[in-house]
């Protein structure tokens, strides 16, 4: 398992590359839930940043797959 200091690199460096090449998404990362360990002490969970990193890939490929290649197909 990484370490949280890369997977919150990795989470900055997605989130600007979609804030950068892919405008029309980001403005719809706010709804992108986001749960920091359910326990008492409120500790970020490596486990939950893994989580959120992979719901960030997700919705990127989603978009990338959905969106631009029908964009490139010929009409």
């Given at each position: 398992?990484?370490?949280?200091n890369?997977?919150?690199?990795?989470?900055?460096?997605?989130?600007?590359k979609?804030?950068t090449?892919?405008?029309?998404?980001?403005?719809?990362?706010?709804e992108?839930?986001?749960?920091i360990?359910?326990?008492e002490?409120?500790?970020?969970?490596?486990?939950?940043?893994?989580?959120?990193?992979?719901?960030?890939?997700?919705?990127l490929?989603?978009?990338?797959t959905?969106?631009?290649?029908?964009?490139?197909?010929?009409?």
């Open positions: 398992m990484k370490k949280l890369e997977l919150m690199q990795e989470i900055i460096l997605l989130t600007t979609i804030e090449e892919y405008p029309e998404l980001y403005r719809y990362l706010d992108t839930p986001l749960v360990c359910d326990t002490e409120k500790e970020i969970c490596l486990a939950d940043m893994e989580k959120h990193l992979e719901s960030l890939k997700e919705l490929e989603h978009h990338i959905t969106h631009i290649s029908r964009s490139n197909m010929p009409s």
